[in-house]
């Protein structure tokens, strides 16, 4: 069984950094794709970002395309979400999820996510 861990968030000013880490167990990461979404109060789970089994494709949602970057390390089961020139509209708790392929574009695509982190959270303040 899957398991998946976040780490790395924490509090940070507006064009700040943080990169978030998404480590596996349980079974190797290198045959799941993983996605970056995030969740605020009330509000629903959203894409931020998406990542290939083998690292090939990527996609980002389009609000932080040129500011965050996706990466994976199948060597290390980890997957990366370098956060740069952070925004306060960027804070929200930060989930990664597996699944057979980057599920994307539509609509509650994170029903389509297998397995779940716990989540870490993000807040960008000054």
């Known amino acids: 069984q899957l398991q998946l861990v976040e780490s790395g968030g924490g509090s940070v000013q507006p064009g700040g950094s943080l990169r978030l880490s998404c480590t596996a167990s349980?079974?190797?990461?290198?045959?799941?794709?993983i996605g970056w979404f995030r969740q605020g109060p009330g509000k629903e789970r959203a894409e931020v970002s998406c990542?290939?089994?083998?690292?090939?494709?990527?996609y980002y949602t389009d609000s932080v395309k040129g500011r965050f970057t996706i990466s994976r390390d199948n060597a290390k089961d980890t997957v990366y979400l370098q956060m740069n020139r952070l925004k306060s509209e960027d804070t929200d708790v930060y989930y990664c999820?597996?699944?057979?392929?980057?599920?994307?574009?539509?609509?509650?695509?994170?029903?389509?996510?297998?397995?779940w982190g716990q989540g870490t959270r993000v807040t960008v303040a000054s």
């Open positions: 990542i290939s089994p083998q690292g090939g494709t990527v």
């Open positions: 999820a597996a699944a057979s392929v980057c599920f994307w574009g539509y609509t509650g695509s994170y029903s389509s996510y297998n397995y």
């Open positions: 349980g079974s190797r990461l290198g045959t799941y794709a």
